[in-house]
């Protein structure tokens, strides 16, 4: 199978302007044969642009897109091996499934469907509904319909366009992980886009974030998540605690930083920046690698650890745990989430604290940037392209 | 301090509404309804019926007409009228086609590659309106003039040779013949098939045509499977428009036709305007209301619309 790359996506330098407006800045990209790869971001970052670009729906301004060894770049999209799930689904609403299903097959000339189809509307668990319209399914099975009739074509690659957008959220997390189920079973490259980021980390192997045309960064969701390289990342995906601080000293692979008159210890390996001492980095922790004890503990606190002290301004108990939201002198809202194992009943609003982590769970980024980007997440279930 | 243990009163439970519903309110959709039906009746119904009795009567103008129940009037009108009844659907027929053939492509135009210019198509397309029927037919009578340059430019490049040869056209001329007519029913009825095309070619979803290409659709292949069996419902409507009122026509084939262009409204016209023989050109009116009536039923269930939307 490594030898095999005719589904390897290729783009390079692949943009697109509109009049004075880019919607996606030249991005190189190479998305290997038989992964699944989420192009996450906020509506109008250009994800949904990138999609058509591979699908040939949209014609990029620069740049080339290859298939394996093929340039497609030119190709109108009935010429490309490649099949999209659209957003609404686009089923034709005057055909019934199976023949929404067997559309692709019959256009190339393909005289017995019949198996075929059948086969794919059991694979999507859809066997009974074959002769129904579209309009008499319900979201969830018109999703599978559209799935199914792009995947019975046995696409190079299969490109999902916010496939679950219009789906409530039980009913999405069930279609994640069929859908992780059925890359999984034909192994065929998925290239999903998202504006959710669970929706991203839960399936894909490899995650893209996007922001305003731009690809930030590129990796795992693990990776992305524990070693983001800009403040967007570091906030659109999941919460993340930015601190400013300066640089103090260097001492073997840690630097030591000042904040708020404490100290604060940075494995030099997670610092994306360059940093000099008296220069500015950007501190981040999860609020789920942080600690929290009551002031009057603080000499329990082992050493070597770093430590905040601060006040408790709000919690709320969501059950599996509780969110505490701190406020401290380097960061007015210091988040932390602790687990309901043993619950301090003094941790209420209002209490003194100490808040302390591993420094192995630190991460510098460049204190150049808006500290803000990418915080607001949260976004209306748009029908809009992004 | 006590511990809460009682949950707190459930809302009492709404009290049955003592008072009945107002009785008026059961009527009000009737009474809304009043005005149509009596428009209906005064001015459909009831000219039927005078219509429907008038068609079974004997009798001359001088001495009145009584109704005798003289059914023969119908077999009458019919054997005598029946070319003006064929050329009727066959006029009707030629000018529906053409239409949908002229009005397709610019309904298409208008609804996905106008753009901006969608708006202006679209009153170039219904401002013909704002002048008279009669003024626009008139004023095909210059177009098709013998020494007009349209005859002329026909008469050049030789297509008035094969038209005279299908007997659409006779000797040099355009005007007085099935032609002209054909062309002035076309003419007059086009935007009645544009409009509907156009309604139902709008609503649809312009990613169905992406999803078609998608799915090695070329762009001839999206349109015969996808947009075209979607505009159906506009394609009937537009035809069933173009139709109706061109089969029962009689302004162009008075117009620009002749005497051997006469279609059934023409005879209906005379019958009753100059003959005043009522009987039977009650008789022909209803008969071509049935007609129309059966085939546009036939017309309707073999097309399946009903299926679509």
Same mark, same amino acid.
């Given at each position: 199978?490594?030898?095999?790359?005719?589904?390897?996506?290729?783009?390079?330098?692949?943009?697109?302007?509109?009049?004075?407006?880019?919607?996606?800045?030249?991005?190189?990209?190479?998305?290997?044969?038989?992964?699944?790869?989420?192009?996450?971001?906020?509506?109008?970052?250009?994800?949904?642009?990138?999609?058509?670009?591979?699908?040939?729906?949209?014609?990029?301004?620069?740049?080339?897109?290859?298939?394996?060894?093929?340039?497609?770049?030119?190709?109108?999209?009935?010429?490309?091996?490649?099949?999209?799930?659209?957003?609404?689904?686009?089923?034709?609403?005057?055909?019934?499934?199976?023949?929404?299903?067997?559309?692709?097959?019959?256009?190339?000339?393909?005289?017995?469907?019949?198996?075929?189809?059948?086969?794919?509307?059991?694979?999507?668990?859809?066997?009974?509904?074959?002769? +129904?319209?579209?309009?008499?399914?319900?979201?969830?099975?018109?999703?599978?319909?559209?799935?199914?009739?792009?995947?019975?074509?046995?696409?190079?690659?299969?490109?999902?366009?916010?496939?679950?957008?219009?789906?409530?959220?039980?009913?999405?997390?069930?279609?994640?992980?069929?859908?992780?189920?059925?890359?999984?079973?034909?192994?065929?490259?998925?290239?999903?886009?998202?504006?959710?980021?669970?929706?991203?980390?839960?399936?894909?192997?490899?995650?893209?974030?996007?922001?305003?045309?731009?690809?930030?960064?590129?990796?795992?969701?693990?990776?992305?998540?524990?070693?983001?390289?800009?403040?967007?990342?570091?906030?659109?995906?999941?919460?993340?605690?930015?601190?400013?601080?300066?640089?103090?000293? +260097?001492?073997?692979?840690?630097?030591?930083?000042?904040?708020?008159?404490?100290?604060?210890?940075?494995?030099?390996?997670?610092?994306?920046? /360059?940093?000099?001492?008296?220069?500015?980095?950007?501190?981040?922790? #999860?609020?789920?690698?942080?600690?929290?004890?009551?002031?009057?503990?603080?000499?329990?606190?082992?050493?070597?650890?770093?430590?905040?002290?601060?006040?408790?301004?709000?919690?709320?108990?969501?059950?599996?745990?509780?969110?505490?939201?701190?406020?401290? /002198?380097?960061?007015?809202?210091?988040?932390?989430?602790?687990?309901?194992?043993?619950?301090?009943?003094?941790?209420?609003?209002?209490?003194?604290?100490?808040?302390?982590?591993?420094?192995?769970?630190?991460?510098?980024?460049?204190?150049?940037?808006?500290?803000?980007?990418?915080?607001?997440?949260?976004?209306?279930?748009?029908?809009?392209?992004? | 301090?006590?511990?809460?243990?009682?949950? /707190?009163?459930?809302?009492?439970?709404?009290?049955?509404?003592?008072?009945?519903?107002?009785?008026?309110?059961?009527?009000?959709?009737? *009474?809304?309804?009043?005005?149509?039906?009596?428009?209906?009746?005064?001015?459909?119904?009831? /000219?039927?019926?005078?219509?429907?009795?008038?068609?079974?009567?004997?009798?001359?103008?001088?001495?009145?007409? +009584?109704?005798?129940?003289?059914?023969?009037?119908?077999?009458?009108?019919?054997?005598?009228?029946?070319?003006?009844?064929?050329?009727?659907?066959?006029?009707?027929?030629?000018?529906?086609?053409?239409?949908?053939?002229?009005?397709?492509?610019?309904?298409?135009?208008?609804?996905?590659?106008?753009?901006? *210019?969608?708006?202006?198509?679209?009153?170039?397309?219904?401002?013909?309106?704002?002048?008279?029927?009669?003024? #626009?037919?008139?004023? *095909?009578?210059?177009?098709?003039?013998?020494?007009?340059?349209?005859?002329?430019?026909?008469?050049?490049?030789?297509?008035?040779?094969?038209?005279?040869?299908?007997?659409?056209?006779?000797?040099?001329?355009?005007?007085?013949?099935?032609?002209?007519?054909?062309?002035?029913?076309?003419?007059?009825?086009?935007?009645?098939?544009?409009?509907?095309?156009?309604?139902?070619?709008?609503?649809?979803?312009?990613?169905?045509?992406?999803?078609?290409?998608?799915?090695?659709?070329?762009?001839?292949?999206?349109?015969?499977?996808?947009?075209?069996?979607?505009?159906?419902?506009?394609?009937?409507?537009?035809?069933?428009?173009?139709?109706?009122?061109?089969?029962?026509?009689?302004?162009?084939?008075?117009?620009?036709?002749?005497?051997?262009?006469?279609?059934?409204?023409?005879?209906?016209?005379?019958?009753?305007?100059?003959?005043?023989?009522?009987?039977?050109?009650?008789?022909?009116?209803?008969?071509?209301?049935?007609?129309?009536?059966?085939?546009?039923?036939?017309?309707?269930?073999?097309?399946?619309?009903?299926?679509?939307?």
């Amino acid at each position: 199978m490594t030898t095999d790359n005719s589904g390897d996506v290729r783009l390079s330098g692949i943009g697109k302007t509109y009049g004075s407006f880019t919607a996606v800045h030249p991005l190189d990209l190479t998305v290997p044969q038989g992964s699944f790869f989420a192009l996450l971001g906020a509506s109008g970052c250009g994800k949904t642009t990138t999609l058509r670009m591979i699908a040939g729906l949209e014609e990029p301004s620069s740049g080339t897109v290859h298939l394996g060894d093929q340039d497609v770049t030119r190709l109108p999209p009935y010429k490309r091996p490649v099949n999209t799930v659209f957003q609404s689904y686009a089923l034709f609403p005057h055909l019934d499934i199976f023949e929404n299903v067997a559309f692709g097959l019959r256009r190339r000339g393909i005289k017995s469907v019949k198996k075929q189809v059948e086969d794919m509307l059991d694979l999507v668990q859809l066997g009974e509904q074959a002769r +129904k319209k579209p309009h008499q399914l319900s979201g969830g099975q018109q999703q599978r319909v559209a799935v199914a009739r792009a995947l019975i074509n046995h696409p190079k690659v299969l490109l999902l366009d916010e496939p679950l957008g219009a789906l409530d959220l039980k009913l999405r997390r069930q279609m994640q992980l069929e859908l992780k189920r059925i890359q999984t079973e034909v192994g065929i490259t998925f290239i999903h886009v998202t504006h959710d980021q669970e929706e991203a980390m839960t399936m894909a192997d490899t995650v893209a974030v996007m922001n305003a045309g731009r690809v930030e960064q590129l990796g795992s969701p693990s990776d992305l998540y524990e070693n983001p390289q800009t403040t967007f990342v570091a906030n659109f995906l999941g919460t993340s605690n930015l601190i400013e601080a300066e640089v103090d000293s +260097k001492s073997g692979d840690r630097i030591i930083l000042k904040a708020g008159g404490g100290k604060l210890t940075l494995p030099e390996a997670r610092c994306s920046a /360059p940093a000099t001492a008296g220069g500015k980095v950007l501190v981040g922790v #999860r609020p789920e690698k942080i600690s929290l004890t009551h002031a009057d503990d603080a000499g329990d606190i082992p050493e070597g650890r770093n430590r905040i002290s601060g006040r408790i301004a709000d919690s709320s108990f969501i059950g599996v745990s509780t969110q505490y939201v701190v406020d401290s /002198p380097v960061c007015p809202e210091f988040e932390v989430y602790a687990q309901n194992i043993d619950r301090d009943p003094r941790l209420v609003p209002g209490a003194e604290v100490v808040l302390h982590w591993n420094p192995a769970h630190t991460f510098g980024l460049d204190a150049a940037q808006d500290i803000d980007a990418g915080v607001e997440t949260v976004e209306p279930e748009e029908g809009v392209a992004a | 301090m006590a511990a809460v243990t009682e949950a /707190p009163a459930p809302p009492a439970p709404a009290t049955p509404a003592t008072k009945p519903p107002r009785r008026r309110g059961r009527f009000t959709p009737y *009474w809304l309804l009043l005005p149509g039906i009596l428009w209906l009746l005064v001015f459909f119904a009831l /000219p039927m019926i005078y219509q429907g009795s008038t068609s079974v009567q004997t009798g001359s103008l001088e001495q009145g007409y +009584k109704v005798t129940w003289h059914f023969a009037t119908y077999w009458d009108a019919l054997s005598t009228y029946w070319p003006q009844f064929l050329r009727s659907v066959l006029y009707a027929a030629a000018a529906t086609l053409l239409c949908l053939v002229l009005g397709y492509p610019l309904a298409y135009l208008i609804a996905f590659r106008a753009g901006r *210019w969608r708006n202006l198509v679209m009153i170039l397309v219904i401002a013909p309106f704002f002048t008279s029927f009669l003024i #626009r037919t008139l004023a *095909w009578k210059t177009i098709l003039a013998d020494n007009g340059p349209v005859v002329g430019a026909l008469n050049t490049l030789h297509v008035l040779d094969v038209t005279n040869w299908l007997g659409w056209t006779a000797g040099d001329r355009v005007l007085a013949t099935p032609l002209a007519v054909v062309c002035g029913l076309t003419y007059n009825f086009l935007p009645f098939m544009i409009l509907p095309l156009y309604t139902s070619l709008e609503r649809i979803d312009g990613r169905l045509h992406e999803a078609a290409g998608d799915l090695y659709a070329t762009p001839f292949t999206t349109f015969r499977k996808v947009t075209f069996p979607l505009s159906m419902p506009g394609v009937v409507s537009g035809t069933l428009l173009t139709f109706i009122p061109a089969a029962g026509d009689y302004v162009n084939a008075d117009l620009l036709g002749s005497t051997d262009t006469r279609m059934v409204g023409n005879v209906i016209q005379t019958q009753f305007l100059r003959i005043l023989d009522y009987p039977t050109a009650a008789a022909l009116s209803f008969i071509l209301m049935a007609a129309i009536l059966a085939m546009v039923t036939f017309y309707i269930r073999r097309s399946g619309t009903e299926d679509l939307v």
